[in-house]
């Protein structure tokens, strides 16, 4: 029996089908191991030792590879063929070593393109040992991601409250949006005119546009007025024309090379509307493997690659499908052969394409939705390299006037051959950048030179200069693979933490720096500018190649990273938050304290017009302040404007009868809030306060409702058994009532002014008898998807507390956020639901549950109330 080990469960399930009954195969469910969230897990004083660690799924899934393997004649790592899965098959064979049940057995590194019976089979017959090159890559951009990562980000936490992480790359490509964002706010818009007209040489009218007058050239700001405009036209009324000149050209346009990971990831997100996430989502099924007339198979080549060169067999067939579809006049002379030309481009990989051109997207029209438009994108931008270039005529007329003084251009262009058109055109660049795009402009009449020439409709157009656009998911991978920073295998985790990390908000399809993310960025650019530098991260990224290549050692490259990283780290200790908010304040001033346009300070206090704005921290986050707090407290939020806060400013809605204090509306940081009097300036005593429930229009609250919040908590009455008062008032989790040391939530917020003893009785009982909120009526599904394929259940799609999640038997298993539940279908609730198993933590048994005795418990929980609590590590995320 031979034993192959590969990541995913339907990446096994594929593979077992062609292999047959002498295999067995297993899936490790990605990596077995990873460094524990916690200090320590990379020494550098130990010659960079890691701490390895797996959690229960991982646990339970080695015990079964294990068990396989110890039954085994041969063990074969059959993980992904690039770095990542280079270190699942070392952490594999590490973790076999440990356990001791290899003994002599072979163990074989095999790695497969495309998961095909022949490509499967082929690998199997000609394996290899583990590239420790390419493990020695990985070990270091692991530790050095781990490293910047878990020790930035606690100096974050200490200087920057309530901001969340920092990453190696997170931070750079959170550098590059908030970069753009400045540029946008800083752009002062510029106006220019153009004119255009309609000429006639007698053979029909068409379009031209001013390029000349006085004689001169137009730039682009030669006219900048109306009256520029207006000048310009009657130049062109008043003046006779003729043709001076007609050329035409033939062109070519070849078509663009197949995808790699980035570049299939910008087009899924210009065409189809993808995130990258959803990108590589959909490609991961395609490769991994489809059933089709009852045999599953792998419908692209791995996903994952930075080569754009195809494999000569692939080239070859991909032409007999263009012959057979198209016609002879379609297939080039000789076949296209494309080679990257990106320096660090990964291990030599193919490019990404179908495993079988034949393989027409209209055959698997029975694909989900998205796995059929990202198949269709692939196997047409694969077949487009290999079909004839699409040849144009392009023509440019010159006009000009008898004084040669005016001169008007017509261009245009026409498709004399469509070529690889027919098949495919690269879409728009979000930038407005029109390269790919051939489709034909005006088509313009035949004239002959010196024709006299009719000019009217003469029409001055006014423009004005644009600002650079927002990054779409499109343009910031693009913009990053030009940095060369990251691996567009990362890059779809990269835009999830910052979005995870509410540094970046969206607005459409592009991405606006949230006020955390430009703090944090200045912050990085002020006291770490070197770990955030492009230029710096791509050098990382260059000698990490290296290493892979055998060129570097990773150990010492690592050892002068952290000399100077630590150096600087260690140099923050002694900074004060004073300095760094004086540093925050002279970087993000323009945004912060936006000029008022009446020559003032944009600092100064609106309140007390004698302190200064500043950035300030809470542990909730930045907001802004004045200096002379607390004898001035004016507060505003980060990216509220002057007039928002005084809209929403302290306003006076009576006086209590009873202590003949003011009741106010006043806002805070948390929100608006109704307070009762000021503080006694001889005890400090703070008055009563009351938040605003959500919900409640802050704009129409009134005395009235004002005093029922401050009059919180509200008596009920007595309780019928033992007379002590039942109340009702609004906490942390809502509205509730209260009976001793029970709570019960209430569906809403009027409730707890209009709630009587018997159905507050009767809701403190329940409550009492069902303390989980167990026996509620069964919650309708969204979405009924059908029966579980291998137990006959049914499969639903419910709304939960924290989101939409699909459900079989007692198995719930979150829907992630890019897929809307409407869209779910029965076979991603499957994949889901079996994720979902294979995480689960192992059941305790009864004879574990046994273990203490009822009066130990009781101590126990006592000693644990007298003991401090111990602080929790924060978890940083790393890249």
Same mark, same amino acid.
Request: proline share 6%; with cysteine.
């Given at each position: 029996?031979?034993?192959?080990? %590969?990541?995913?469960?339907?990446?096994?399930?594929?593979?077992?089908?062609?292999?047959?009954?002498?295999?067995?195969?297993?899936?490790?469910?990605?990596?077995?191991?990873?460094?524990?969230?916690?200090?320590?897990?990379?020494?550098?004083?130990?010659?960079?030792?890691?701490?390895?660690?797996?959690?229960?799924?991982?646990?339970?899934?080695?015990?079964?590879? %294990?068990?396989?393997?110890?039954?085994?004649?041969?063990?074969?790592?059959?993980?992904?063929?690039?770095?990542?899965?280079?270190?699942?098959?070392?952490?594999?064979?590490?973790?076999?070593?440990?356990?001791?049940?290899?003994?002599? #057995?072979?163990?074989?590194?095999?790695?497969?393109?495309?998961?095909?019976?022949?490509?499967?089979?082929?690998?199997?017959?000609?394996?290899?040992? %583990?590239?420790?090159?390419?493990?020695?890559?990985?070990?270091?951009?692991?530790?050095?991601?781990?490293?910047?990562?878990?020790?930035?980000?606690?100096?974050?936490?200490?200087?920057?409250?309530?901001?969340?992480?920092?990453?190696?790359?997170?931070?750079?490509?959170?550098?590059?949006?908030?970069?753009?964002?400045?540029?946008?706010?800083?752009?002062?818009?510029?106006?220019?005119?153009?004119? @255009?007209?309609?000429?006639?040489?007698?053979?029909?009218?068409?379009?031209?546009?001013?390029?000349?007058?006085?004689?001169?050239?137009?730039?682009?700001?030669?006219?900048?007025?109306?009256?520029?405009?207006?000048?310009?036209?009657?130049?062109?009324?008043?003046?006779? !024309?003729?043709?001076?000149?007609?050329?035409?050209?033939?062109?070519?346009?070849?078509?663009?090379?197949?995808? &790699? &990971?980035?570049?299939?990831?910008?087009?899924?997100?210009?065409?189809?509307?993808?995130?990258?996430?959803?990108?590589?989502?959909?490609?991961?099924?395609?490769?991994?493997?489809?059933?089709?007339?009852?045999?599953?198979?792998?419908?692209?080549?791995?996903?994952?690659?930075?080569?754009?060169?195809?494999?000569?067999?692939?080239?070859?067939?991909?032409?007999?499908?263009?012959? @057979?579809?198209?016609?002879?006049?379609? %297939?080039?002379?000789?076949?296209?052969?494309? @080679?990257?030309?990106?320096?660090?481009?990964?291990?030599?990989?193919?490019?990404?394409?179908?495993?079988?051109?034949?393989?027409?997207?209209?055959?698997?029209?029975?694909?989900?939705?998205?796995?059929?438009?990202?198949?269709?994108?692939?196997?047409?931008?694969?077949?487009?390299?290999?079909?004839?270039?699409?040849?144009?005529?392009? &023509?440019?007329?010159?006009?000009?006037?008898?004084?040669?003084?005016?001169?008007?251009?017509?261009?245009?262009?026409?498709?004399?051959?469509?070529?690889? /058109?027919?098949?495919?055109?690269?879409?728009?660049?979000?930038?407005?950048?029109?390269?790919?795009?051939?489709?034909?402009?005006?088509?313009?009449?035949?004239?002959?030179?010196?024709?006299?020439?009719?000019?009217?409709?003469?029409?001055?157009?006014?423009?004005?200069?644009?600002?650079?656009?927002?990054?779409?998911?499109?343009?910031?991978?693009?913009? /990053?693979?030009?940095?060369?920073?990251?691996?567009?295998?990362?890059?779809?985790?990269?835009?999830?933490?910052?979005?995870?990390?509410?540094?970046?908000?969206?607005?459409?399809?592009?991405?606006?720096?949230?006020?955390?993310?430009?703090?944090?960025?200045?912050?990085?650019?002020?006291?770490?500018?070197?770990?955030?530098?492009?230029?710096?991260? *791509?050098?990382? =990224?260059?000698?990490?190649?290296?290493?892979?290549?055998?060129?570097?050692?990773?150990?010492?490259?690592?050892?002068? !990273?952290?000399?100077?990283?630590?150096?600087?780290?260690?140099?923050?200790?002694?900074?004060?938050?004073?300095?760094?908010?004086?540093?925050? +304040?002279?970087?993000?001033?323009?945004?912060?304290?936006?000029?008022?346009?009446?020559?003032?300070?944009?600092?100064?206090?609106?309140?007390?017009?004698?302190?200064?704005?500043?950035?300030?921290?809470?542990?909730?986050?930045?907001?802004?302040?004045?200096?002379?707090?607390?004898?001035?407290?004016?507060?505003?939020?980060?990216?509220?404007?002057?007039?928002?806060?005084?809209?929403?400013?302290?306003?006076?809605?009576?006086?209590?009868?009873?202590?003949?204090?003011?009741?106010?509306?006043? #806002?805070?940081?948390?929100?608006?809030?109704?307070?009762?009097?000021?503080?006694?300036?001889?005890? $400090?005593?703070?008055?009563?306060?009351?938040?605003?429930?959500?919900?409640?229009?802050?704009?129409?609250?009134?005395?009235?409702?004002?005093?029922?919040?401050?009059?919180?908590?509200?008596?009920?009455?007595?309780?019928?058994?033992?007379?002590?008062?039942?109340?009702?008032?609004?906490?942390?989790?809502?509205?509730?009532?209260?009976?001793?040391?029970?709570?019960? +939530?209430?569906?809403?917020?009027?409730?707890?002014?209009?709630?009587?003893?018997?159905?507050?009785?009767?809701?403190?009982?329940?409550?009492? +008898? +069902?303390?989980?909120?167990?026996?509620?009526?069964? *919650?309708?599904?969204? #979405?009924?998807?059908?029966?579980?394929?291998?137990?006959?259940?049914?499969?639903?799609? !419910?709304?939960?507390?924290?989101?939409?999640?699909?459900?079989?038997?007692?198995?719930?298993?979150?829907?992630?956020?890019?897929?809307?539940?409407?869209?779910?279908? /029965? =076979?991603?609730?499957?994949?889901?639901? *079996?994720?979902?198993?294979? #995480?689960?933590?192992?059941? $305790?048994?009864?004879?574990?549950?046994?273990?203490?005795?009822?009066?130990?418990?009781? *101590?126990?929980?006592?000693?644990? @109330?007298?003991?401090?609590?111990?602080?929790?590590?924060?978890?940083?995320?790393?890249?």
């Amino acid at each position: 029996m031979q034993v192959v080990i %590969v990541e995913s469960p339907s990446k096994a399930k594929t593979i077992n089908k062609y292999l047959g009954k002498d295999y067995e195969v297993l899936a490790s469910y990605g990596h077995i191991r990873d460094l524990p969230s916690k200090d320590g897990s990379v020494n550098p004083d130990d010659d960079f030792a890691m701490v390895w660690e797996s959690d229960v799924k991982s646990r339970k899934q080695v015990s079964a590879i %294990v068990d396989a393997v110890k039954r085994a004649d041969r063990v074969i790592l059959a993980t992904d063929p690039d770095r990542e899965g280079e270190a699942i098959s070392w952490h594999l064979l590490e973790v076999l070593q440990n356990k001791k049940v290899l003994k002599d #057995k072979p163990v074989d590194r095999v790695a497969f393109n495309a998961i095909t019976k022949t490509a499967v089979q082929e690998a199997i017959a000609n394996p290899r040992r %583990v590239d420790q090159d390419l493990v020695d890559a990985y070990l270091a951009r692991r530790a050095l991601d781990y490293l910047v990562g878990f020790t930035l980000s606690p100096v974050l936490w200490r200087k920057l409250p309530g901001a969340r992480s920092a990453g190696r790359v997170q931070s750079v490509a959170l550098r590059i949006i908030c970069e753009r964002e400045i540029e946008i706010e800083r752009f002062k818009a510029e106006e220019f005119w153009t004119l @255009k007209a309609e000429a006639n040489a007698g053979t029909g009218p068409f379009e031209a546009r001013l390029v000349r007058l006085d004689g001169n050239k137009l730039e682009k700001f030669s006219l900048t007025t109306a009256e520029d405009g207006a000048r310009a036209k009657a130049a062109v009324e008043n003046a006779t !024309f003729r043709i001076g000149s007609v050329e035409a050209k033939p062109v070519k346009r070849n078509p663009s090379a197949p995808f &790699t &990971t980035s570049t299939l990831q910008q087009e899924a997100s210009r065409k189809l509307g993808f995130s990258a996430k959803r990108t590589m989502q959909a490609a991961q099924r395609l490769y991994e493997g489809i059933t089709i007339g009852g045999e599953t198979t792998g419908l692209i080549t791995y996903m994952r690659t930075d080569g754009i060169d195809m494999a000569p067999e692939a080239v070859m067939a991909c032409r007999d499908e263009v012959r @057979k579809l198209y016609g002879e006049d379609y %297939v080039p002379s000789s076949p296209r052969m494309y @080679k990257s030309k990106q320096k660090n481009a990964q291990e030599a990989h193919e490019c990404i394409r179908p495993t079988s051109f034949t393989r027409h997207p209209d055959d698997l029209k029975n694909l989900e939705s998205d796995q059929y438009r990202l198949y269709d994108l692939i196997w047409k931008r694969a077949m487009a390299c290999q079909i004839e270039s699409a040849r144009l005529e392009q &023509t440019t007329i010159e006009i000009e006037s008898a004084d040669k003084q005016v001169g008007l251009r017509a261009t245009g262009s026409v498709v004399t051959f469509d070529g690889f /058109l027919k098949v495919y055109e690269e879409g728009r660049d979000d930038t407005g950048d029109t390269e790919g795009h051939f489709a034909d402009s005006a088509r313009l009449p035949k004239v002959e030179e010196g024709a006299n020439t009719d000019v009217d409709k003469a029409t001055p157009e006014q423009h004005f200069t644009q600002p650079p656009p927002r990054y779409t998911e499109a343009s910031l991978v693009k913009r /990053l693979e030009e940095l060369s920073i990251g691996r567009p295998s990362t890059y779809a985790s990269i835009i999830s933490t910052l979005q995870d990390r509410a540094y970046v908000e969206m607005d459409g399809k592009r991405f606006i720096p949230g006020d955390k993310g430009r703090i944090v960025t200045a912050f990085l650019e002020n006291f770490f500018g070197k770990y955030v530098a492009y230029d710096f991260t *791509a050098d990382m =990224e260059e000698t990490l190649d290296e290493i892979s290549n055998g060129d570097v050692d990773w150990r010492a490259f690592l050892a002068r !990273f952290w000399r100077e990283f630590h150096a600087q780290v260690e140099g923050m200790s002694g900074l004060r938050i004073t300095e760094v908010l004086d540093a925050l +304040n002279e970087a993000l001033g323009p945004h912060i304290f936006p000029d008022r346009g009446d020559g003032s300070d944009p600092r100064e206090c609106p309140t007390c017009h004698e302190g200064q704005l500043s950035l300030k921290m809470s542990r909730y986050g930045a907001f802004i302040g004045c200096t002379r707090y607390p004898e001035c407290n004016y507060t505003r939020q980060l990216g509220q404007s002057e007039e928002e806060a005084l809209e929403e400013g302290d306003r006076v809605l009576g006086v209590d009868p009873n202590t003949s204090l003011e009741v106010m509306l006043k #806002k805070g940081r948390f929100g608006p809030y109704v307070q009762l009097g000021e503080p006694d300036p001889e005890t $400090k005593e703070k008055p009563k306060r009351a938040s605003i429930p959500k919900g409640w229009d802050v704009a129409t609250l009134d005395f009235d409702r004002a005093m029922m919040l401050l009059e919180l908590p509200r008596d009920v009455g007595p309780h019928p058994e033992d007379g002590e008062m039942i109340t009702a008032a609004i906490g942390r989790y809502g509205p509730y009532v209260k009976h001793n040391s029970l709570y019960a +939530n209430l569906p809403s917020v009027d409730d707890v002014f209009e709630i009587g003893l018997n159905r507050a009785v009767s809701v403190l009982e329940d409550k009492k +008898n +069902n303390p989980r909120g167990r026996g509620r009526a069964a *919650a309708k599904p969204l #979405k009924e998807l059908g029966a579980h394929p291998e137990t006959g259940e049914p499969v639903n799609v !419910f709304e939960g507390r924290y989101g939409p999640y699909v459900k079989h038997g007692k198995t719930n298993a979150t829907v992630p956020k890019d897929v809307k539940p409407d869209d779910v279908t /029965l =076979e991603q609730a499957v994949a889901l639901i *079996a994720e979902r198993e294979a #995480k689960a933590p192992a059941k $305790k048994t009864k004879k574990a549950a046994k273990k203490k005795a009822p009066a130990k418990k009781k *101590a126990t929980k006592k000693a644990a @109330k007298k003991a401090p609590a111990k602080k929790t590590a924060r978890k940083a995320a790393a890249e």
